[in-house]
């Protein structure tokens, strides 16, 4: 139980275009879900904070306009990287909150902005 | 910004040596949780411990929580080549901080067979 999904697992785009990334609880359902950043061979950055039916809480420096994020159901949540650059190219993973602690992380969506 | 600090950054070892890796923090905690993960893959949740907890185990890891030094320990024992992966800490600060999770910078160890 508790698995977390996401998709694409990779996306290449191109400068300018937006990508959208979907993380869903497949067997469970989730009142809040975290959206991460990393950079190779760094740690976990939290860019966002999104529950269900409300608007997402963003980290200090993360643009909201450039991240947007909707979290739709109790089992989806997309972030879309609005107008990418280059500098946009990461590791961005999702995690789905179960109870006050119990967070499960999904694979992960490498992007890459040509 | 980055609440764990973790050390050391990088550890190589042979195949059933034991493994250590320490994680320091700076504010109070609720809990303080382990992860690993393995190169472009998601994170695998290993183990919590309470902050009125002072060890625990899970198989063959050992976790400690020293809350009045703010600094918490994995260890790994008999280690394995599967064992290769990075490992994470992450701190659980307070409700209102909404239950985000602050992560260290990680410690990526290599097992040799």
């Known amino acids: 139980g508790a698995v977390v999904s996401q998709h694409p697992s990779r996306v290449i785009c191109k400068s300018g275009t937006s990508v959208k990334i979907e993380c869903r609880s497949l067997?469970?359902?989730?009142?809040?879900m975290f959206w991460y950043r990393q950079f190779p061979k760094k740690s976990l950055m939290l860019m966002a904070t999104?529950?269900?039916?409300?608007?997402?809480?963003?980290e200090q420096g993360v643009e909201k306009d450039k991240f947007l994020i909707n979290h739709a159901s109790l089992t989806l949540s997309t972030l879309t990287v609005t107008s990418a650059h280059p500098e946009d190219s990461s590791f961005y993973i999702c995690?789905?909150?179960?109870?006050?602690?119990?967070?499960?992380f999904g694979p992960g969506t490498r992007l890459t902005v040509t | 910004s980055q609440q764990g600090e973790e050390d050391p950054q990088a550890l190589s070892i042979q195949e059933g040596e034991n493994a250590t890796m320490n994680c320091s923090y700076k504010?109070?905690?609720?809990?303080l949780q382990w992860y690993r993960q393995n190169s472009g893959r998601g994170l695998v949740h290993l183990i919590l411990?309470?902050?009125?907890?002072r060890e625990k185990h899970s198989g063959r890891l050992r976790v400690t929580l020293d809350t009045s030094k703010k600094s918490s320990s994995l260890l790994i024992t008999a280690s394995r080549a599967a064992d290769t992966a990075s490992y994470f800490c992450?701190?659980?600060?307070?409700?209102?901080?909404?239950?985000?999770?602050?992560f260290g910078g990680g410690t990526r160890v290599l097992v040799k067979p």
């Open positions: 995690s789905a909150q179960v109870r006050d602690y119990e967070q499960y």
């Open positions: 067997d469970f359902q989730a009142t809040t």
């Open positions: 504010t109070s905690i609720n809990n």
């Open positions: 411990i309470r902050s009125n907890e």
């Open positions: 992450a701190t659980d600060e307070n409700k209102a901080a909404g239950n985000k999770l602050t």
């Open positions: 999104s529950n269900e039916g409300s608007k997402a809480t963003y």
